[in-house]
């Protein structure tokens, strides 16, 4: 038996590139790639951070100690200003990072 072609129900919605219900599909994908990419990039980000911290202490465990001792004793001893201070010097930095490993990781980026 014949059926007239306006008369055909889809089993499955078609998307606006003609592929059949992938939108949610693709969607999850692009979220979870965009979540790796990120994650990917903080991970590198403080680990350059422990790589300074590494080279302060001679690349040594002991001397990476001893500073990040040297550290937190002053950043306790320190007054609400200079811990500010402190604290911006450290997104800056941060933020300054972040662009550099993203611009070196460019083709890592997901597209849409």
């Known amino acids: 038996m014949l059926v007239h072609p306006d008369r055909v129900q889809p089993d499955h919605e078609v998307s606006a590139s003609g592929r059949p219900g992938r939108g949610v599909n693709d969607l999850a994908f692009l979220i979870l790639d965009v979540a790796a990419f990120v994650a990917g990039t903080l991970l590198i980000t403080w680990g350059l951070f422990l790589f300074a911290f590494l080279c302060l202490g001679g690349f040594s465990l002991g001397g990476m100690m001893h500073q990040l001792a040297n550290l937190s004793s002053r950043y306790l001893a320190a007054d609400a200003e200079r811990v500010r ?8 930095s941060h933020l300054i990072l972040s662009c550099a490993i993203i611009f070196l990781r460019r083709h890592r980026i997901p597209h849409v």
Request: aromatic share 12%; hydrophobic share 75%.
């Open 85 to 92: 201070s402190f604290q911006m010097l450290l997104v800056v």
